[in-house]
């Protein structure tokens, strides 16, 4: 079936390290990626995207890698810090059958715990 | 502050009763959502809006009955719910539906849950 998922339901990092956190997608025709961070009590925040043309897309202290060849995305994380401790979920963007709309379609979520 | 704002942040109901959970967005969007998020689960979309139009209904049951009166306000109307509904639903807003690089703007979302 089509769907998204993350290889590793938890991450534990020391404070400092960089993280990297894992989503394989299985629809090849998403030509649209974000991740979100939710923290504890709240919504989910953007944090970045990624559009299918493109390979790497950086942020503040992030960045996005998007090998559609394997069709893997992944968030990097540079100097982790106490307040980056949050669930990430990637999501794919793709439009519903043609119908002009579209729809995102999260996978399950990797909690990120960093270790002071 | 996300631009978009749920209320109430908890809500506890028994089964017969009748609730509404409310969400308002103050980012010029023309895009509505509610999403359904459970222990384990990944999010699951549960009602589109497009210019206070119903744009799709994933197969919820009918006691969860959306409305719409604006482009900013979106309601989630609930009666007779079951304890498996017991979850957090959240808001979510974007400029347009028929455009596949605009990210959604969440809620912080209504802890529902069923007695």
């Known amino acids: 079936g089509e769907s998204v998922g993350l290889h590793l339901p938890t991450l534990s990092v020391q404070e400092g390290d960089n993280s990297i956190i894992n989503c394989a997608y299985s629809?090849?025709?998403?030509?649209?990626f974000i991740w979100y961070k939710q923290e504890s009590g709240k919504g989910p925040q953007f944090i970045i995207d990624?559009?299918?043309?493109?390979d790497k897309r950086q942020g503040q202290r992030v960045t996005v890698l998007l090998n559609k060849t394997v069709k893997h995305l992944s968030l990097q994380i540079a100097a982790t810090q106490p307040g980056d401790s949050a669930v990430y979920f990637c999501?794919?963007?793709?439009?519903?059958?043609?119908?002009?709309?579209?729809?995102?379609?999260f996978g399950k979520g990797t909690k990120l715990s960093v270790i002071p | 502050e996300t631009g978009v704002t749920q209320t109430p942040r908890h809500l506890v109901m028994g089964m017969t009763n009748k609730k509404s959970l409310k969400c308002e967005q103050h980012l010029g969007h023309n895009a509505m959502y509610w999403y359904k998020q459970s222990a384990k689960k990944p999010l699951e979309l549960m009602f589109v809006y497009s210019l206070e139009e119903r744009v799709e209904n994933n197969s919820v049951p009918s006691r969860f009955s959306p409305e719409c009166p604006n482009s900013s306000h979106l309601f989630l109307h609930l009666h007779t719910l079951q304890p498996e509904d017991s979850a957090l639903y959240l808001c979510a807003s974007s400029p347009e539906v028929g455009n596949s690089n605009q990210p959604q703007h969440f809620g912080d979302g209504t802890r529902l849950s069923i007695l």
């Open positions: 629809n090849s025709a998403s030509d649209y």
């Open positions: 990624i559009r299918s043309n493109m």
């Open positions: 999501a794919e963007n793709r439009e519903n059958s043609g119908a002009g709309s579209y729809q995102l379609t």
